[in-house]
Antibody, heavy 123, light 107 residues
Framework: EVQLLESGGGLVQPGGSLRLSCAAS????????MNWVRQAPGKGLEWVSS????????YYADSVKGRFTISRDNSKTTLYLQMKSLRAEDTAVYYC????????????????WGQGTLVTVSS | DIQMTQSPSSLSASVGDRVTITCRAS??????LNWYQQKPGKAPNLLIY???SLQSGVPSRFSGSGSATDFTLTISSLQREDFATYYCQQSYSTPPTFGGGTKVEIK
């Protein structure tokens, strides 16, 4: 059974940093790209970032480029999102999502999702 | 970026109704269109991929159709557990983008 378990969310002040983690199990982690997708309170879904199976390629939404860094540790089957210079508009539930594609170039879709972790940016 | 527009943004329907949700892409995306269901407080769940393929475990009352710029999600006979918000998503190019969602409510 595929399981994705996010952690690391919380309350942070504007300009602060936070690192999210997503522990994966139940599938061969290295075979698949992984993604972060967020959802602001009461709003729709927004793709944030993706990383290929071997970490060779990473992709970011323009809204987070230069502030967020996606990474993965295949030995620990864990996905990360390092978030810096956080803004109020980054407040959202952050989901990790497994891609059906190895490359994570936007040509895949998301067949398994974690339960999400809430990030609140406020003073 | 490719813009995805869903309609309607919300609808009211009764159990047993046939429900149709549409999604339009701002450019030709071939069949790279996927549908998700999201219930309150829960993560999205993949229903349909590449426009018309039913994800494993999803009831057959869900179906998808369309190509190029116009797509449809149909629920043939709405069940109580289908009341949720539905999102389309294009996987034609980076960044993957979602529609604004369609909330299906009980009439």
């Amino acid at each position: 059974e595929v399981q994705l378990l996010e952690s690391g969310g919380g309350l942070v002040q504007p300009g602060g940093s936070l690192r999210l983690s997503c522990a994966a199990s139940g599938f061969t982690f290295t075979y698949y790209a992984m993604n972060w997708v967020r959802q602001a309170p009461g709003k729709g879904l927004e793709w944030v970032s993706s990383i290929s199976g071997s970490s060779d390629n990473t992709y970011y939404a323009d809204s987070v480029k230069g502030r967020f860094t996606i990474s993965r540790d295949n030995s620990k089957t864990t996905l990360y999102l390092q978030m810096k210079s956080l803004r109020a508009e980054d407040t959202a539930v952050y989901y990790c999502a497994k891609d059906v594609d190895y490359y994570g170039s936007g040509r895949g879709y998301f067949d398994f999702w974690g339960q999400g972790t809430l990030v609140t940016v406020s003073s | 970026d490719i813009q995805m527009t869903q309609s309607p943004s919300s609808l009211s329907a009764s159990v047993g109704d046939r429900v149709t949700i549409t999604c339009r892409a701002s450019q030709n995306i071939s069949s790279y269109l996927n549908w998700y269901q999201q219930k309150p407080g829960k993560a999205p769940n993949l229903l349909i991929y590449t426009a018309s393929s039913l994800q494993s475990g999803v009831p057959s009352r869900f179906s998808g159709s369309g190509s190029a710029t116009d797509f449809t999600l149909t629920i043939s006979s709405l069940q109580r557990e289908d009341f949720a918000t539905y999102y389309c998503q294009q996987s034609y190019s980076t960044p993957p983008t979602f529609g604004g969602g369609t909330k299906v409510e009980i009439k």
